[in-house]
């Protein structure tokens, strides 16, 4: 499988705009293409946009974490509206009932029979905003729909679109009023991606730009449509992956089970997923085999919500929040663990 003609066989990370051209339809080209149209309204995000990609073509979902006002849901939205795809936002609060997501059986017609209605969860690209703010009865329902991509009502299975990716956000700072994760849900997000500040430059771009307030993005073509996403889901299949990189990735995955520091280490789900994000990561970067650097770049984002630190592995946080302190703690961490294993040559 040739995937992209003109694209260097360039490390993961190598995604300057120095790269040769790509050539029309290639994934490299679907990408740059893709990232452009969300650039011209949301500044400074292409490293996310990539991993939102990543996650479509893997068939994983995102959980994104970072302060209010980052733009996160106005991100996915925008995303959303550039692939051609449904999309529904589900604003969680801790009033809610599973039904409210998933449906219910209603009684309808002159004969009062029983009718399935489908509830929002039945759509391409699921935004649940504020997710930590629904109680654990509401969590759990998304549990099925995110692992098996189907809905049970009644002790009936309705299956959902394809593709199908939930995208969730979560505020690591205010807690009041919220209910954390279960780790089995955790566990099922592909990425938990830590959205941060803009850098000055992109600020200042900010202030410049957006001149009114809006909720919503603005009308424009999809920058890309279903057959190229299918297309893109039948080339990630297809990435190589030589016996060394198997058995990389896996000593990765094994090492977080092996720290002292860490209370739980990352599941075998974790390796699984993980070798589809490495993938399609490496079919971004046109290429059709996978690097050590694909494993590399992706490790921080796919093991560190399915860890957990043990207390007396934390380090006093002066000048910093619990949970800048707790985050910075587990960087260090994974990033320990990741330099341990040696890397193939």
């Given at each position: 499988?040739?995937?992209?003609?003109?694209?260097?066989?360039?490390?993961?990370?190598?995604?300057?705009?120095?790269?040769?051209?790509?050539?029309?339809?290639?994934?490299?080209?679907?990408?740059?293409?893709?990232?452009?149209?969300?650039?011209?309204?949301?500044?400074?995000?292409?490293?996310?946009?990539?991993?939102?990609?990543?996650?479509?073509?893997?068939?994983?979902?995102?959980?994104?974490?970072?302060?209010?006002?980052?733009?996160?849901?106005?991100?996915?939205?925008?995303?959303?509206?550039?692939?051609?795809?449904?999309?529904?936002?589900?604003?969680?609060?801790?009033?809610?009932?599973?039904?409210?997501?998933?449906?219910?059986?209603?009684?309808?017609?002159?004969?009062?029979?029983?009718?399935?209605?489908?509830?929002?969860?039945?759509?391409?690209?699921?935004?649940?905003?504020?997710?930590?703010?629904?109680?654990?009865?509401?969590?759990?329902?998304?549990?099925?729909?995110?692992?098996?991509?189907?809905v049970t009502i009644e002790g009936k299975s309705h299956p959902l679109p394809r593709p199908f990716v939930v995208i969730?956000?979560?505020?690591?700072?205010?807690?009041?009023?919220?209910?954390?994760?279960?780790?089995?849900?955790?566990?099922?997000?592909?990425?938990?991606?830590?959205?941060?500040?803009?850098?000055?430059?992109?600020?200042?771009?900010?202030?410049?730009?957006?001149?009114?307030?809006?909720?919503?993005?603005?009308?424009?073509?999809?920058?890309?449509?279903?057959a190229e996403i299918d297309r893109l889901a039948q080339l990630h299949r297809e990435v190589y992956l030589t016996d060394?990189?198997?058995?990389?990735?896996?000593?990765?995955?094994?090492?977080?089970?092996?720290?002292?520091?860490?209370?739980?280490?990352?599941?075998?789900?974790?390796?699984?997923?993980?070798?589809?994000?490495?993938?399609?990561?490496?079919?971004?970067?046109?290429?059709?085999?996978?690097?050590?650097?694909?494993?590399?770049?992706?490790?921080?984002?796919?093991?560190?919500?399915?860890?957990?630190?043990?207390?007396?592995?934390?380090?006093?946080?002066?000048?910093?929040?619990?949970?800048?302190?707790?985050?910075?703690?587990?960087?260090?961490?994974?990033?320990?663990?990741?330099?341990?294993?040696?890397?193939?040559?």
């Amino acid at each position: 499988m040739t995937v992209d003609d003109t694209a260097p066989a360039a490390p993961s990370g190598a995604r300057g705009s120095d790269s040769p051209a790509p050539s029309p339809g290639s994934p490299v080209e679907i990408l740059r293409r893709l990232t452009a149209s969300i650039g011209r309204e949301v500044i400074g995000t292409e490293e996310i946009v990539h991993a939102l990609t990543v996650a479509l073509i893997a068939e994983g979902h995102v959980l994104l974490e970072g302060v209010p006002g980052l733009a996160k849901t106005y991100l996915v939205r925008t995303f959303s509206n550039r692939l051609g795809l449904a999309f529904r936002r589900i604003q969680f609060t801790p009033d809610m009932l599973p039904t409210d997501i998933l449906g219910s059986m209603v009684v309808t017609g002159a004969d009062r029979t029983f009718e399935f209605r489908p509830g929002p969860i039945f759509s391409n690209v699921i935004l649940a905003d504020e997710i930590n703010r629904a109680p654990p009865k509401v969590q759990s329902a998304l549990l099925e729909a995110m692992q098996e991509r189907q809905v049970t009502i009644e002790g009936k299975s309705h299956p959902l679109p394809r593709p199908f990716v939930v995208i969730a956000t979560q505020n690591p700072i205010e807690q009041e009023g919220t209910y954390p994760l279960p780790e089995a849900e955790l566990d099922r997000f592909l990425f938990r991606w830590i959205v941060r500040y803009p850098s000055a430059e992109d600020e200042v771009t900010i202030l410049k730009t957006r001149t009114a307030e809006t909720d919503a993005p603005g009308a424009a073509t999809p920058a890309i449509g279903p057959a190229e996403i299918d297309r893109l889901a039948q080339l990630h299949r297809e990435v190589y992956l030589t016996d060394d990189l198997y058995r990389y990735l896996a000593a990765v995955v094994r090492r977080t089970r092996e720290d002292h520091r860490l209370l739980l280490g990352a599941s075998p789900r974790a390796s699984v997923q993980f070798l589809r994000a490495t993938r399609a990561s490496a079919l971004l970067d046109g290429r059709d085999f996978v690097v050590p650097d694909d494993v590399r770049e992706l490790a921080f984002a796919v093991l560190n919500h399915r860890v957990i630190v043990r207390p007396e592995a934390m380090l006093p946080t002066t000048g910093l929040t619990e949970a800048v302190g707790a985050l910075a703690q587990l960087e260090r961490i994974l990033r320990d663990d990741l330099n341990a294993v040696e890397v193939p040559r």
